[in-house]
């Protein structure tokens, strides 16, 4: 009877604090339905990956806190296949001189529209690596700090433990050349990762520079081990990168550069190593134009040069770990987009194309969207992949594909 | 005494320039701080009509202005940052949570429109008095309010897409109460309406009226839950407050 007595009294104590903590905080939340799917273009077959079929991101803030998660439900319908999954829970405080983030969270830095080389923070989910944005990353768990001071901004990055990029191993539909199985990657702690960004602002124009100490976001071969058997050792290696990006304006265009400057090491230990170091740049260069009707046009240039290695591992053999997602697929390319709306925002048309500038291989885009009501969409889009035999878009040709998809925003 | 003067001057209405009348609207009391919630309905030829919410807060005469998106529900959570300066271009800045990014935008392209509205990024700036030339006009009353008349040209240095605008601005309130703007080929473009409420001895603008009569399109703005000098902090308008929502 006491201890009751006691409990009552604490709840009494408590009741006021909770109560004034509900009639101060705010609690946020959106998210979307997007059931839909994709066939192949060549003989309208079911591609059956999984996709986020439900999204949704809870806010709750008080005062100069808040807390925000961003969670998804995976699906896949050949096999009812499900996952639910929290892609980011974190918590920030806005003091009065910038903003501090801890947990599980998904960062973006760079200038360009989705291909970025200084962009390194998060790994890659390949399941999603044609989405935009920061749908096709992975959420990790860091620490994150910046100041804002007139027009500068210095933020600094703690990542207290490396994740590589969720590949999908043994996936047949999946396009890319991926191998069934998971390598067995070399026992090796991983480590911590950290970075810092600045930015200002001079005259028009804004400029960063940023560095990146960590390891690579894909696995890649590093050596040999000769026991039992000659064994092909794979691991993430070290990699540092240095990054510059600014957007500036001239007269109606605006220009975004971005390039990183990476060096890698292998500091794994084989009996026999194929690689020690290598550096290697990346660079992309976006220039967008918005005509008098509207129609919002970009064009990007991509492009990647391997500038020394220290190994048996010859250039073609080099893969990059690390860096924008394009530079896998080709060392110079062009990118062009065109988008527009119209009724109101009620159509949204987009489309794009991929060029190789090196190797014979292109690709083919083309998206319609049209909202009948708020808050409801129905998506149709096409994607074409060709390429000359032993290209990459070669191997994804048969992954040329129509998608069709309804959203429900809530 | 400003009021003596301005009452004087009112009196001797008619000698006034049309520079003159600019310049006392531009330098008539204005809050420091303004913030309120927007809806924007935006109605087509065939009367089909879309609408957007926002919430908005802005100082230094909208020279300042945070934006915060709120409805249609994909919408949600996009925030937009201008910053006008005076001796270099202006800041524009949009917060896109799907991107995780906060992205400069051009604000060179002044024409472009506002979320698809009929109001453009130029209709929503300030007006630089000597940017433009002024010409007075016959007075006239419209709904019944006695108005100057201005006839307004965009010099080069204004870069504006318009030719010209011809604005009403009622004399005891010396706010505009409809205003046509004309396209570089000199075509009536848009004709706007605003409607005023007092609030702490200011007048605010409670509804604007756009309509795009070459494309027969409108747009309806209405503000609620407005409040002005609630001492809104200079430190809000930076793009760390772009990604989250205030409480009010």
């Given at each position: 009877m006491k201890k009751i007595s006691k409990g009552i009294r604490y709840l009494q104590l408590l009741l006021p604090l909770l109560l004034f903590n509900l009639l101060n905080a705010q609690l946020n939340y959106s998210g979307s339905l997007n059931p839909g799917n994709m066939y192949r273009l060549?003989?309208?077959?079911?591609?059956s990956l999984p996709f986020r079929i439900a999204e949704a991101e809870v806010g709750y803030s008080l005062g100069d806190f808040e807390i925000k998660t961003n969670s998804a439900f995976e699906y896949r319908w050949s096999n009812n296949e499900n996952e639910l999954q929290l892609r980011e829970a974190y918590i920030t405080w806005y003091p009065n001189w910038g903003e501090v983030k801890v947990g599980k969270q998904i960062h973006a830095w760079g200038a360009v529209d989705g291909n970025n080389p200084t962009d390194n923070l998060n790994p890659y989910d390949y399941y999603y690596m044609f989405l935009s944005g920061a749908e096709r990353k992975v959420g990790t768990v860091s620490g994150s700090v910046k100041y804002y001071w007139k027009d500068l901004q210095i933020e600094g990055l703690f990542i207290p433990e490396h994740e590589g990029n969720r590949v999908p191993f043994g996936e047949q539909a999946f396009p890319l050349n991926i191998p069934d199985l998971r390598p067995f990657l070399i026992d090796k702690e991983r480590g911590r990762e950290f970075g810092f960004r600045i930015q200002t602002t001079l005259g028009s124009s804004d400029f960063s520079l940023s560095y990146f100490d960590g390891r690579d976001r894909s696995f890649t071969l590093v050596g040999y081990n000769e026991l039992p058997n000659l064994m092909p050792s794979v691991f993430y290696r070290k990699t540092s990168v240095l990054g510059f990006d600014l957007v500036s304006f001239i007269g109606d265009f605006t220009n975004r550069f971005e390039i990183g400057y990476f060096l890698t090491k292998n500091d794994t230990e084989v009996?026999?190593?194929?690689?020690n170091d290598a550096s290697y740049i990346q660079f992309a260069g976006q220039v967008e134009y918005s005509t008098e009707n509207d129609i919002m046009l970009s064009v990007q240039i991509i492009g990647s040069e391997i500038s020394e290695i220290n190994g048996t591992m010859t250039k073609d053999e080099f893969q990059t770990g690390m860096g924008t997602p394009f530079a896998t697929f080709t060392d110079l390319g062009l990118s062009f987009s065109a988008s527009t709306n119209y009724y109101d925002d009620a159509l949204e048309l987009m489309g794009n194309t991929f060029i190789d500038l090196k190797d014979s291989q292109s690709m083919l885009g083309a998206s319609v969207k049209y909202s009948p009501i708020n808050n409801w969409k129905i998506n149709v889009s096409i994607s074409k992949f060709m390429g000359e035999e032993g290209t990459q878009f070669y191997n994804m040709e048969d992954f040329s594909h129509l998608k069709v998809g309804l959203e429900f925003h809530f | 005494m400003k009021k003596l003067i301005f009452t004087i001057c009112m009196g001797l209405?008619?000698?006034?320039t049309g520079f003159e009348i600019a310049k006392m609207v531009d330098e008539k009391p204005s809050p420091n701080d303004m913030s309120n919630k927007t809806k924007m309905v935006l109605t087509n030829s065939k009367g089909k009509s879309r609408s957007n919410a926002m919430m908005s807060k802005s100082m230094d005469g909208n020279k300042k202005q945070i934006i915060w998106f709120l409805e249609p529900k994909d919408d949600k959570g996009v925030a937009f940052l201008k910053i006008e300066h005076d001796d270099k271009d202006d800041e524009m800045r949009m917060w896109l949570p799907a991107f995780k990014k906060v992205r400069r935008i051009s604000s060179?392209?002044?024409?472009d429109a506002f979320m698809g509205s009929d109001l453009s990024y130029e209709d929503l700036s300030s007006r630089d008095l000597e940017e433009n030339e002024y010409k007075r006009l016959d007075d006239e009353i419209v709904d019944g309010r006695d108005c100057y008349v201005l006839e307004i040209l965009p010099k080069k240095e204004a870069k504006s897409s318009y030719s010209k605008h011809v604005s009403w601005i009622e004399?005891?309130?010396?706010?505009?109460v409809k205003e046509e703007s004309f396209d570089k080929r000199g075509e009536l473009k848009k004709k706007k309406k605003y409607h005023f409420t007092d609030l702490k001895g200011y007048h605010v603008m409670q509804r604007v009226f756009v309509e795009d009569v070459q494309k027969q399109h409108s747009t309806e703005v209405t503000f609620t839950d407005i409040e002005v000098d609630s001492g809104i902090d200079e430190k809000l308008f930076q793009e760390k407050n772009l990604k989250r929502l205030p409480r009010k």
């Open positions: 060549s003989d309208q077959s079911e591609i009996d026999s190593i194929t690689i | 209405g008619y000698s006034q060179k392209k002044k024409g004399k005891s309130t010396l706010m505009g």
